[in-house]
Nanobody, 127 residues
Framework: QVQLVESGGGLVQAGGSLRLSCAAS????????MGWFRQVPGKEREFVAA????????YYADSVKGRFTISRDNAKNTVYLQMNSQKPEDTAVYYC????????????????????WGQGTQVTVSS
């Protein structure tokens, strides 16, 4: 089992930057694919970015491509989301998820790929 704790959220002006962190418990972090999703009230959880268990492959939603960067440090059991050039529409609660490193059923962009979730961290971008 994996426990995830997000941090780094807050209030930022449009055009600014934040870096989110997601710290994982357990010794098998390096065997999990990791993803970042976001959710606003009344809407479904939306894919933002994902990274393979080794860090060799990354995936991004079109809405954040070129602005956000996902990375991981397996020695620190942590995955990061660097968010630059932020926009008001980036305002949401951001969640990290952990899922099996290989899946023949679910893609990295799907919520169902991930078995474990953190509690979320609020990001608010003011205009």
């Amino acid at each position: 089992q994996v426990q995830l704790v997000e941090s780094g959220g807050g209030l930022v002006q449009a055009g600014g930057s934040l870096r989110l962190s997601c710290a994982a418990s357990g010794r098998t972090f390096s065997s999990y694919a990791m993803g970042w999703f976001r959710q606003v009230p009344g809407k479904e959880r939306e894919f933002v970015a994902a990274i393979s268990y080794s860090g060799a492959s990354t995936y991004y939603a079109d809405s954040v491509k070129g602005r956000f960067t996902i990375s991981r440090d397996n020695a620190k059991n942590t995955v990061y989301l660097q968010m630059n050039s932020q926009k008001p529409e980036d305002t949401a609660v951001y969640y990290c998820g952990a899922g099996p490193k290989n899946s023949n059923t679910y893609s990295y962009t799907g919520v169902r790929r991930y078995d474990y979730w953190g509690q979320g961290t609020q990001v608010t971008v003011s205009s």
